[in-house]
């Protein structure tokens, strides 16, 4: 514990009373050392939901006030525009200029709107454009399901065998991530039949973190073949530079490293080069990119016009579909504005390696630790599935709980995350056998990770 207090001392949290940590007492939580409910509990789960910033609740209020005071006039004049607040007209619009350091693009390549599936689906309606000869999408196996059903149904809605449209990539036997070489091997062995290659830039399970520049930058050396990134997991936890390694489209939800709330507003990032108004600017006559249409992609000045012409707004902004949230925006702005404050993506990666690395070397400390899965058959211990090279990982270390071959209902995962959760470790499970451990740099501390390692040893040591 001294260690762990010690680099908090070097390497505070000073974010961390920006957020509203769950306590032992609103967890509901028995088992509080010493009694103590007004404790916060060990929160080790923003890769699923990060914490609420607690200027989340005065800027949703005053958006409700704002509701209150001038109802449907609130969209052209805000009650709070003397303090700065933006008419729900273009509420989300100053939220790209916070976005764009985030994932490393420019302002008008990004838009805030949607849900992570539905903006996949609204990219890949607009990029996925297969033909006799070019039709396939390169995904990875174990991407999430909502990825999956999301390919799987474009290839139906376009007439396509999906199992033969696919080419699903999984790691080698007995490894528990891809490598970089096999997914360039396997662009270039369909490079004359691929239209999409769509992975994650992190992948949700294990943590990898794909080596995004490299990949795009091989998929874009043959004709014909579109990027896209599911940044579900990397958006707010790795620096990003979509514009600079050329991706053309991406999406990510907000709701776990970006604490923007349970369901919150998403984002897209279409390159500059995808969405001009004018595809060819010596060719302004040139109609733009088709897409999923909506009015509030619709120009501006004549949206209100109702005119039954659509005049998509250049750049990302141009594929938005419908008005959004005013709530969920404000509270995304809300918790965008304590990143810029603490330094942007690059402050918030040192301190998240600073703070897995300890994570790891605990770990390994662990008496219960196997370096390799096989190591530990029959034992009770646990082994790491996600990359141990600190560039080839996010936040997240995933942890393979060994089952016991002489008794496997005694030492299952759930008994192990049960232990912990009982006593205010919160982490994430995925069943059968993982358990994903993911230090947020705005918030958590080093002795937040020593507690979780220390409860995990005392798990295995009960079982």
Known sequence: ??????????????????????TFGSMGTKLAPNGSLGDPVTYLCGNSLGCMPRSTRAAINDELDAWAARGVESHFRHSGEDRGLTSWVDIDLPLSKLMSPIVGARDSEVAIMGSLTAN??????????PSSSRFKILCEKGAFPSDYYAFYNQCKLHGIDPDSALVRLEPRKGETYLR????LKAITANSDSLSIVCLPGIQYYSGQFFEIEKITAHAHSFPGIVVGWDLAHAVGNVPLELHSWNVDFACWCSYKYLNSGPGAIGGIFVHDRHASVAADPLSPDVEAMPRMAGWWGNNRDNRFQMKEVFEPIEGALGFRQSNPSVIDVVALKASLEIFKDFGGMQAIRRRSLLLSNYLLKLLQRSAYYHEKSTDGEGKVGFSIISPLNETERGAQLSLL?????????????????????D????????????IRIAPAPLYNTFEDIFTAVKLLNDAFKSL
Request: charged share 30%; with cysteine.
């Open 1 to 22: 514990m001294e260690e762990a207090r010690a680099l908090d001392s070097t390497y505070p949290a000073t974010k961390r009373d920006a957020f509203c940590i769950p």
């Open 120 to 129: 996949l689906n609204a990219l890949l309606a607009a990029f996925y454009k």
């Open 180 to 183: 970089t070489e096999d997914i």
């Open 401 to 421: 709980i060994q089952f016991s071959k002489d008794n496997p209902q005694a030492n299952t995962m759930e008994r192990v995350f049960g232990y912990l959760n």
């Open 423 to 434: 006593r205010g470790v919160i982490a994430d499970e995925r069943r059968p056998d993982v």
